[in-house]
């Protein structure tokens, strides 16, 4: 039988009328299936798109009448259509197959579009009509396997069984942020930290190899993408963390005509001045500094389809190695998300309610001097909630996307501070970005 509808049979039949039949009309049901399921999304985003942005609706009662109305849509045409060889043989029996199909499909719509819907625009900030593009496709396998299965099945012996429920659940849950992450995510995120930790205090000495894009193959031929003028941006899968997910990246820029002397001095000079320069800076002070140790306040906010402000405090601390070498490790010890940001209203949220979007954030600089000028490179770590199972195909990406974007644009404040432009300027000009993965 299909894979995706899982099915488990009551009784026995021939292994012939089991085998590449069924198979075909599976496939091809499905296909069908999946035709009027798209033209039941135009249905329902045409619907919600109306109800919110002409009627002024509320986004969760509006995508409840959106389903509604694509329930109806799609139980026409599944009788007419993709369960024709399986015709019901009265009014009263379309009517009992309208209640199930309302009940199993038309549940699984209601719940999986308003709880996916509720996390992707309630709490990570999409637009409705996104979070509904998302929900349909996640519920799209369930609700085929319960229509298969329980809605338009064969009458007589073939009676089917299968748990599209209770799989829907499972891929739907994630742990809650409550109270920031547990033991065991921070044990997994100590663990890391104390890997790249050592990394990082390998490479802080006079050794040959430096720069962490120098361990990673896949990254080969970064040095000459990035003297030839690119802004290198390269993603790395760490480990899985028990109710959490770490994000590693790292980046590299070339500063021609200047030493790392001078640009360790311009920075240190311009601590606590950085919303001055980077874009996801909104403001900014030095709290302490003890020579080559800095305590930097900083409000961050994070923008791409999600928008999120941290009120954050870093401790930064420079080692300079030899003449032609110098290196930074910053730790976020303070990370407070903000609710009602940029209005008076405006509070940091206790851990109880703080959506997890970022517990942890750790950022290792390089800088060693070359020929013409200064390669800089940024390994920024960070440790968040996880994206919940049933949304990872679609969510990973825009994560991915998120922390890219946001490393790139600290490259780009970086240079803008070395030279002494403004924001605006900056992303006026900003460096061609590679990518590896």
Partial sequence: MSAVSQIVYEGHAPAGRLGAEVIRRSAKRWVVFNIVGLAGMVVQLGVVAFLVRVAGMHYLAATALGVESAVLHNFLWHQRWTWNDRPARSAQATALRLMHFHLLNGAVSLAGNIAVTAFCTGVAGLDALASNVIAIAACSVVNFAASESLVFRADGRRRLISFPIALFVFLGTTPTAEAGPGAATLAGWKTYEAKIDGRYNASASEGASFFALDREKEAHGWRERVLAGQAELFKIDPPGVEDGKIHHWIGAIFLPATTVQSVIDRIQQNAGHESEHYEDVLASRLIERKGDRLLIFM?????????????????????????????????????????????????????????????????????????????????SVSLSRPVPMLVRPVANPIVDRVARESLNRTLVGLRAMLKGKTISEASRRQPTASSSY
Avoid: M
């Fill in 299 to 379: 409000k961050l906010r994070r923008t791409n389809l999600i928008t999120v402000t941290y009120n954050t405090e870093h401790a930064v601390e420079y080692k300079r190695i030899g003449g032609t070498r110098a290196a930074a490790r910053s730790v976020a010890t303070k990370i407070a998300e903000l609710a009602k940001a940029g209005t008076p209203q405006e509070h940091e949220k206790s851990p109880d309610d703080d959506n997890g979007f970022l517990w942890r954030l750790n950022a290792y600089w390089r800088y060693e001097a070359v020929q013409g000028g200064v390669i800089v490179e940024c390994e």
